[in-house]
């Protein structure tokens, strides 16, 4: 397909699916190419379609337009190219005419570091993240920790005042004024401590009962009366 741009005749191509638009001048520079051959025996007023890779196609025609010079960038392989200049028909190709883009390098390179700047500032928020999440857990499993203490703590403060009533009721229960509680093992391990035993005999004078002591041997605690209750 041939047009007239002003003074200018042109060709369009269609190489896969992109639109390539080349001065016939240029082609005719070039004229045991593929390109500059289809051009010449074409008839239709379509473009021209070329089944073939668009971007290393542009990479062609910088061949064409800078006699041999093409600047690649770092992503792009200069065998893939050669190979497509082959395919164009293109002969004597010197490679070392496709050099690597030096801007396109220090580019790449800073999009690299870039990209790694931000991976590490990910990294270092979602650690931050972790750890206050840690630190989180960390007080909820205290929290937790300390309110089961509590509760451990209530219910040997119910324990003990269960065993001090029981104790009393075993004192209104007699009328002698001395007298003892049998207890089994988990009673005593309940006054296992001196600081069980002062509460439960606060606990005891509370409800009228002297305690006298607590006998691990015999399994009883022995107590009396207040005077002035038993009075």
């Given at each position: ?6 003074a ?7 190489v896969?699916g ?18 500059a051959?289809?051009?010449s025996?074409?008839?239709t ?5 070329l089944?073939?890779?668009?971007d290393r196609?542009?990479?062609c025609?910088d061949?064409?337009r ?6 690649l ?5 200069k ?22 883009d ?5 580019r ?11 991976s590490?500032q ?13 630190t989180h857990i960390f007080?909820?499993?205290?929290q ?37 509680f049998?207890?089994n ?21 509370e ?6 002591f ?5 399994s009883?605690?022995?107590?009396k009366k207040?005077i002035?209750?038993?009075?």
């Open positions: 397909m041939q047009e007239k741009q002003g200018v005749a042109t060709v369009k191509f269609n896969g992109k639109l390539y638009e080349l001065s016939e001048s240029l082609l005719q520079s070039y004229p045991d190419t593929v390109l051959q289809k051009a025996t074409e008839t007023t379509l473009p021209i379609f089944d073939r890779d668009p196609f542009a990479y025609l061949y064409m800078n006699s041999g010079k093409v600047y960038p770092e992503t792009v392989s065998e893939a190219v050669v190979e497509e200049l082959k395919f164009l028909g293109f002969t004597d190709i010197d490679g070392s005419m496709l050099v690597e030096s801007a396109s390098k220090l790449t390179a800073a999009k690299f570091q870039n990209i790694l700047a931000q590490y990910r990294m270092a928020y979602k650690e931050h993240q972790i750890d206050k999440t840690k007080q909820l499993e205290q937790i920790k300390d309110r089961h203490q509590d509760i451990a703590e209530h219910n040997r403060q119910i324990e003990l005042e269960m065993l001090a009533l029981r104790c009393f009721k075993a004192g209104v229960d007699t009328a002698e004024n001395q007298f003892y049998g207890v093992r988990d009673m005593m391990a309940l006054l296992s401590s001196a600081d069980k035993q002062i509460r439960f005999a606060s606990i005891c004078n409800l009228g009962l002297s305690q006298a607590v006998n691990p041997s015999s009883r605690i022995e107590f207040r002035d209750e038993a009075a």
